[in-house]
Protein backbone atom coordinates (compact mmCIF):
# COMPACT_ATOMS: atom_id res chain seq x y z
CA UNK A 1 0.00 0.00 0.00
CA UNK A 2 1.92 2.63 -1.16
CA UNK A 3 1.68 6.23 0.07
CA UNK A 4 1.66 8.98 -2.94
CA UNK A 5 1.25 12.69 -3.41
CA UNK A 6 -2.25 13.72 -4.46
CA UNK A 7 -1.13 15.22 -7.66
CA UNK A 8 -0.03 11.43 -8.68
CA UNK A 9 -3.29 9.64 -7.50
CA UNK A 10 -5.01 8.22 -11.29
CA UNK A 11 -8.75 8.02 -11.29
CA UNK A 12 -9.24 4.25 -10.86
CA UNK A 13 -7.11 3.97 -8.43
CA UNK A 14 -8.64 2.76 -4.66
CA UNK A 15 -7.77 3.65 -1.45
CA UNK A 16 -6.35 1.20 0.80
CA UNK A 17 -6.72 3.34 4.31
CA UNK A 18 -9.40 6.31 4.77
CA UNK A 19 -8.59 9.77 4.54
CA UNK A 20 -8.63 11.88 7.16
CA UNK A 21 -8.61 15.81 7.09
CA UNK A 22 -6.73 17.75 9.26
CA UNK A 23 -9.09 17.44 12.07
CA UNK A 24 -8.49 13.89 11.76
CA UNK A 25 -12.50 13.00 10.47
CA UNK A 26 -12.54 10.95 7.56
CA UNK A 27 -13.47 11.98 4.63
CA UNK A 28 -13.01 9.21 2.39
CA UNK A 29 -13.03 5.63 3.61
CA UNK A 30 -11.03 2.84 2.81
CA UNK A 31 -11.17 0.91 -0.36
CA UNK A 32 -12.76 4.39 -2.35
CA UNK A 33 -12.51 3.99 -6.18
CA UNK A 34 -10.86 7.47 -7.29
CA UNK A 35 -12.36 9.57 -9.55
CA UNK A 36 -11.17 13.18 -10.69
CA UNK A 37 -13.98 15.06 -8.90
CA UNK A 38 -12.51 13.63 -5.18
CA UNK A 39 -9.14 13.86 -6.78
CA UNK A 40 -10.13 17.77 -6.84
CA UNK A 41 -11.83 18.06 -3.77
CA UNK A 42 -8.48 16.20 -1.98
CA UNK A 43 -5.96 19.03 -3.56
CA UNK A 44 -8.48 21.64 -2.61
CA UNK A 45 -8.88 20.47 0.74
CA UNK A 46 -4.87 20.37 0.93
CA UNK A 47 -4.59 16.63 1.50
CA UNK A 48 -0.83 16.11 0.00
CA UNK A 49 -0.72 12.31 0.81
CA UNK A 50 -2.88 9.60 0.57
CA UNK A 51 -2.38 5.26 0.79
CA UNK A 52 -3.75 3.60 -2.20
CA UNK A 53 -3.92 -0.08 -3.06
CA UNK A 54 -0.24 -0.77 -5.08
CA UNK A 55 -1.38 -2.06 -9.05
CA UNK A 56 -0.69 -5.64 -9.73
CA UNK A 57 1.30 -5.98 -12.55
CA UNK A 58 3.14 -9.12 -14.10
CA UNK A 59 6.12 -8.34 -16.35
CA UNK A 60 5.69 -11.29 -17.73
CA UNK A 61 2.45 -13.49 -18.94
CA UNK A 62 1.22 -16.65 -16.83
CA UNK A 63 2.00 -19.21 -20.18
CA UNK A 64 6.06 -17.13 -20.30
CA UNK A 65 6.29 -17.68 -16.61
CA UNK A 66 5.20 -20.92 -16.63
CA UNK A 67 7.42 -22.05 -19.25
CA UNK A 68 10.17 -20.55 -17.93
CA UNK A 69 9.94 -22.69 -14.86
CA UNK A 70 9.53 -25.53 -17.17
CA UNK A 71 13.05 -24.57 -18.84
CA UNK A 72 14.96 -23.91 -14.97
CA UNK A 73 13.74 -27.16 -14.11
CA UNK A 74 14.24 -29.37 -17.16
CA UNK A 75 17.76 -30.26 -16.20
CA UNK A 76 16.28 -31.47 -12.71
CA UNK A 77 13.81 -33.94 -14.12
CA UNK A 78 14.68 -37.31 -12.53
CA UNK A 79 14.58 -36.05 -9.18
CA UNK A 80 11.46 -36.64 -7.42
CA UNK A 81 12.24 -33.75 -4.90
CA UNK A 82 12.77 -31.19 -7.28
CA UNK A 83 9.38 -32.04 -9.62
CA UNK A 84 7.31 -31.69 -6.15
CA UNK A 85 9.26 -27.87 -5.79
CA UNK A 86 7.92 -27.43 -9.51
CA UNK A 87 4.87 -28.36 -9.04
CA UNK A 88 4.08 -25.83 -5.83
CA UNK A 89 6.27 -23.13 -8.05
CA UNK A 90 3.56 -24.27 -10.85
CA UNK A 91 0.43 -23.86 -8.84
CA UNK A 92 1.52 -20.44 -7.19
CA UNK A 93 2.43 -18.90 -10.06
CA UNK A 94 -1.44 -20.17 -11.40
CA UNK A 95 -2.58 -18.78 -8.51
CA UNK A 96 -1.21 -15.39 -8.51
CA UNK A 97 -2.17 -14.64 -12.07
CA UNK A 98 -5.96 -16.59 -11.52
CA UNK A 99 -6.42 -14.02 -8.53
CA UNK A 100 -5.47 -11.03 -10.16
CA UNK A 101 -7.08 -11.15 -13.25
Known amino acids: ?5 VD ?5 MTTSKPVS ?3 GIIIIKEN ?13 MGIEYIFVKA ?8 E ?3 NEVEKRFNRM ?9 KRIVREHIEELY ?3 R
Open 8 to 12: EVKPG
Open 64 to 66: DML
Open 55 to 62: EKRFSKSK
Open 77 to 85: SNKPIMDKI
Open 1 to 5: MPRIN
Open 21 to 23: NEN
Open 98 to 100: DRN
Open 32 to 44: TELTDSIIDRLKK
